[in-house]
T-cell receptor
Framework: EAGVAQSPRYKIIEKRQSVAFWCNPI?????LYWYQQILGQGPKLLIQ????????DSQLPKDRFSAERLKGVDSTLKIQPAKLEDSAVYLC??????????????????FGAGTRLSVL | AQKITQTQPGMFVQEKEAVTLDCTYD???????LFWYKQPSSGEMIFLIY??????QNATEGRYSLNFQKARKSANLVISASQLGDSAMYFC???????????FGKGTKLSVIP
């Protein structure tokens, strides 16, 4: 079974430029997540999709970040314009929708290898 | 709000020895799930083990076991018979009852010494 695919693996841009990341989840996984992982910290959720609808984007800086998941499969995350503090690894994850959350649900999220973004 | 605390920034263990990585959590939910992930230098997060808050037995997956102490709100990861390939960052995470979101700790860097 193929895992979560992400591209590109690395991206270097200058501040105020725009950048886009792509993610293809595991086949059949209804839920897709984008995380931001700043060096030395754990991942922080940016946005969660269920099929092609947004479940939670409360931590997405909407003035510069946008994300879409057309047709409920692959997804793109865009930053425009980028700031220095956006330098981080952007991780995409997917999970089956068990319809439950918390104890007993075992909603295992499977992650891609991430995109390492450096903003100069 | 949920919070995960990992107090060990770095740990060293001799090859073939066992090691315990600490994790404490804070939540007002009665129903929650606890996860451990491994992140090698290549960057991907690899799922290791899961414990539900109502599970009476500690979870085990091969060389990994989770020492779950609900009253103390701790979910420590035990790795038995450490291997060189176990050198990586290890993250503890929690999923609450209300959503599928994972809240992660800051991680522990494990180094296995030959």
């Amino acid at each position: 079974e193929a895992g979560v695919a992400q591209s590109p693996r690395y991206k270097i841009i200058e501040k105020r430029q725009s950048v886009a990341f792509w993610c293809n989840p595991i086949s059949g996984h209804a839920t897709l997540y984008w995380y931001q992982q700043i060096l030395g910290q754990g991942p922080k959720l940016l946005i969660q999709f269920q099929n092609n609808g947004v479940v939670d984007d409360s931590q997405l800086p909407k003035d510069r970040f946008s994300a879409e998941r057309l047709k409920g499969v692959d997804s793109t995350l865009k930053i425009q314009p980028a700031k220095l503090e956006d330098s981080a690894v952007y991780l995409c994850a997917s999970s089956l929708d068990t319809g439950l959350a918390g104890a007993g649900a075992k909603n295992i999220q499977y992650f891609g290898a991430g995109t390492r973004l450096s903003v100069l | 709000a949920q919070k995960i605390t990992q107090t060990q920034p770095g740990m060293f263990v001799q090859e073939k020895e066992a090691v315990t990585l600490d994790c404490t959590y804070d939540t007002s939910d009665q129903s929650y799930g606890l996860f451990w992930y491994k992140q090698p230098s290549s960057g991907e997060m690899i799922f290791l083990i899961y414990q539900g808050s109502y599970d009476e037995q500690n979870a085990t997956e091969g060389r990994y076991s989770l020492n779950f102490q609900k009253a103390r709100k701790s979910a420590n990861l035990v790795i038995s018979a450490s291997q060189l390939g176990d050198s990586a960052m290890y993250f503890c995470a929690m999923e609450g009852a209300g959503s599928y979101q994972l809240t992660f700790g800051k991680g522990t860097k494990l180094s296995v010494i030959p």
